[in-house]
C-alpha cells in the first residue's frame, strides 16, 4: 500500500484566499483524521471521520476551517478565507478500528504557508 | 482534559549509548499509547503501540513500556545510533482521540 497521501506538499498563498489540502487514506481504514502542527500548540486533532461521517469536529479552530470526506478515500480540509495564523503543518491520517487496535498512520503532511 | 508531558525536551548523546525517554499523562483512562518518530520536515512514523492491557512492547532495539496507575510510559533505545536522531513524540488514546506530548528532541553523535 502507498500509504496516505497527501497533496500538495507544500502551500504558499496569500491571505484572503481560500486554500484547499486533499488527503487519500489507507485503502480499507474506517477512520480519518486530521491534525495540525505548529511550534507555538504541537499536534493537535481538528476533526475525525468514521465510514465518511463526521465524528468530532471540536478542534476545528473556527467557521473559516470545514472538512468532508464523500467517500472513503478522499477527504479535503478547506480554509476560507485564510489567514496568517493558519500557517502551519497540516497531517491526514487514517486506521482502522478492527486492525492493531486503531494504530493511526500519518502522511507526509502539507505544509501551509500564509502570507 | 488529558495533558500529555515529555521529558526531556532534548537530548544529546554519543553513538552507542543506551537512552531512555519519558512520557507521562494526567488521564490514566487511555486506550492504547503510540510512539511516533518524526524526521525534520517529515510526517510522523509510528514506532510502538502499547494497548491499555499491555506492560511493554518491543520492536528491535526500540522497547515502550506503559505503567497506567502512574500516569507513564518509556521509550528505551538500545546501542543509539546517527540515523535515531530525530524528534519523538509520545500520544494518548481515549480511544479515538489522540492527544500528542510537545516531544523530545535526539541527537545522536557518531
Known amino acids: 500500500d502507498a500509504g496516505v497521501i497527501q497533496s500538495p506538499r507544500h502551500e504558499v ?49 473556527e467557521d473559516r476551517f470545514s472538512a468532508k470526506m464523500p467517500n472513503a478515500s478522499f477527504s479535503t480540509l478547506k480554509i476560507q478565507p485564510s489567514e496568517p495564523r493558519d500557517s502551519a503543518v497540516y497531517f491526514c491520517a487514517s486506521s482502522l478500528l478492527a486492525e492493531r487496535y486503531n494504530e493511526q498512520f500519518f502522511g507526509p503532511g502539507t505544509r501551509l504557508t500564509v502570507l | 482534559k488529558q495533558e500529555v508531558t515529555q521529558i526531556p525536551a532534548a537530548l544529546s548523546v554519543p553513538e552507542g549509548e543506551n537512552l531512555v525517554l519519558n512520557c507521562s499523562f494526567t488521564d490514566s483512562a487511555i486506550y492504547n499509547l503510540q510512539w511516533f518518530r518524526q524526521d525534520p520536515g517529515k510526517g510522523l512514523t509510528s514506532l510502538l503501540l502499547i494497548q491499555s492491557s499491555q506492560r511493554e512492547q518491543t520492536s528491535g532495539r526500540l522497547n515502550a513500556s506503559l505503567d497506567k496507575s502512574s500516569g507513564r510510559s518509556t521509550l528505551y533505545i538500545a546501542a543509539s545510533q546517527p540515523g535515531d536522531s530525530a524528534t519523538y513524540l509520545c500520544a494518548v488514546s481515549g480511544f479515538q482521540k489522540l492527544v500528542f506530548g510537545t516531544g523530545t528532541r535526539l541527537l545522536v553523535s557518531p
Request: charged content about 20%; some cysteine.
Open chain 1, 13 to 61: 498563498t496569500e491571505m484572503g484566499q481560500e486554500v484547499t489540502l486533499r488527503c487519500k487514506p489507507i485503502s480499507g481504514h474506517d477512520y480519518l483524521f486530521w491534525y495540525r502542527q505548529t511550534m507555538m500548540r504541537g499536534l493537535e486533532l481538528l476533526i475525525y471521520f468514521n465510514n465518511n461521517v463526521p465524528i468530532d469536529d471540536s478542534g476545528m479552530p
